[in-house]
């Protein structure tokens, strides 16, 4: 297996993401069936696709592709990928394709045109600990970033609903109901992943540093985002914030992850800040 080969299939997953973009798009438009079934498919194989990328990157470097911005990005989307299918297999929310598919291509798009810049090896990015807090983070956020897409259905078919024309996507979305249930559980799923992620890195930390807390800048925010989510399912649990106030909150909460996952490395940096060269 070779570099040369990884990048080929990179080259082909991308592809796989765009094709599955074009059929929910399509699907969005016509509201066949069959515009889905072969949305979802193509997503499937991407994502299998995506997973045989990482395998191949693996056994040529020997190292985990996220070792830069462009590695971190790509792994960004294959836990989106795969948190997709997993909530599309436990609620069959056809029209939240449309959302994921769209992301996925763009993250896949720009890790394509982002350079593969080469950084040297370091001897503490490795280990169980750290692998366990890089893999439920990312998952973590890849549900919060599905609720976030429940989040703008929702107010798009409420949108709908109080106008007197209900317009374009009144049929083609499903209950309120349904979608704010969708939009909950993304939040409670990756709510506690990224909980447990936060509390690996926490140990991590401690084995390669001696410490839990280093006032490290992704530290802080990391866990300023971990209190906004917090305050958000407290006042879903106990101040009925349901429905519209929960999925302006679910798309506020993922504009912070993007800031906090891009904007602290890249604008005031710390140790994370070599995931994102």
Avoid at 158 to 172: A, Y
Wanted: charge should be positive; hydrophobic fraction near 55%; proline fraction near 2%.
């Amino acid at each position: 297996m070779s570099l040369q080969t990884a990048d080929m299939v990179l080259k082909i997953t991308t592809l796989l993401y765009f094709m599955s973009m074009a059929g929910y798009v399509f699907f969005l438009f016509n509201q066949k069936p069959l515009y889905q079934k072969t949305a979802l498919y193509l997503v499937t194989t991407a994502v299998v696709s995506h997973f045989i990328y990482i395998l191949i990157y693996t056994m040529a470097t020997k190292l985990v592709p996220i070792q830069n911005l462009s590695q971190s990005l790509s792994l960004a989307a294959f836990a989106l990928g795969c948190m997709f299918l997993f909530f599309q297999y436990k609620f069959d929310l056809k029209i939240l394709g449309v959302f994921a598919s769209a992301l996925l291509f763009v993250i896949m798009f720009a890790v394509l045109i982002i350079p593969d810049t080469a950084v040297e090896k370091n001897a503490v990015l490795k280990g169980f600990w750290l692998y366990s807090h890089i893999i439920l983070v990312f998952t973590g956020e890849a549900a919060l970033a599905l609720a976030c897409g429940a989040g703008i259905l929702y107010l798009l078919q409420e949108k709908g609903i109080k106008s007197k024309s209900p317009g374009f996507f009144f049929k083609r979305l499903p209950s309120l109901d349904l979608l704010d249930n969708v939009g909950y559980t993304c939040l409670t799923t990756g709510f506690s992943l990224l909980t447990i992620g936060l509390v690996t890195g926490f140990i991590y930390a401690k084995a390669v540093w001696g410490r839990f807390w280093d006032w490290d800048p992704k530290e802080v925010f990391s866990v300023g985002t971990w209190l906004v989510y917090a305050a958000l399912l407290h006042l879903r649990l106990y101040s009925g914030w349901q429905g519209r106030k929960s999925a302006i909150m679910t798309i506020i909460g993922f504009f912070i992850i993007i800031f906090t996952f891009l904007g602290v490395n890249m604008l005031i940096g710390g140790h994370h800040q070599v995931f994102t060269k």
